[in-house]
């Protein structure tokens, strides 16, 4: 079982930046390809940026290249989402996910693909 925990959310004026920590616990963890999500009230989650086991392959969705990015640091066993030029468009709850049993330079893109979920965290952008 692997255990995640988002932080680094919280209240930011458009513009601005934020950057999202995912720390795993109870798996090996250079051994999962990682996953950002985030779901906005009354919309369905969706895809924000994936990265592969290695840290060698990401992915983002359109709405976000560009100005975000996606990085992760095996040795801690944590994945980040540094997040620039923040709009109001981003505000929403994102969560960070671990999928298994993938090659190394895969990045897994659809929410079913994934095993392990964190709990989320708020980010809202005032406009």
């Known amino acids: 079982q692997v255990q995640l925990v988002e932080s680094g959310g919280g209240l930011v004026q458009a513009g601005g930046s934020l950057r999202l920590s995912c720390a795993a616990s109870?798996?090996?963890?250079?051994?999962?390809?990682m996953g950002w999500f985030r779901q906005a009230p009354g919309k369905e989650r969706e895809f924000v940026g994936g990265?592969?086991?290695?840290?060698?392959?990401?992915y983002y969705t359109d709405s976000v290249k560009g100005r975000f990015t996606i990085s992760r640091d095996n040795a801690k066993n944590t994945v980040y989402l540094q997040m620039n030029s923040l709009k109001h468009e981003d505000t929403a709850v994102y969560y960070c996910?671990?999928?298994?049993?993938?090659?190394?330079?895969?990045?897994?893109?659809?929410?079913?693909?994934?095993?392990?979920w964190g709990q989320g965290t708020q980010v809202t952008v005032s406009s």
């Open positions: 996910a671990a999928a298994s049993g993938f090659l190394s330079i895969v990045v897994v893109t659809t929410a079913p693909k994934y095993d392990y």
């Open positions: 109870g798996g090996t963890f250079s051994r999962h390809a």
């Open positions: 990265i592969s086991q290695s840290g060698t392959g990401t």
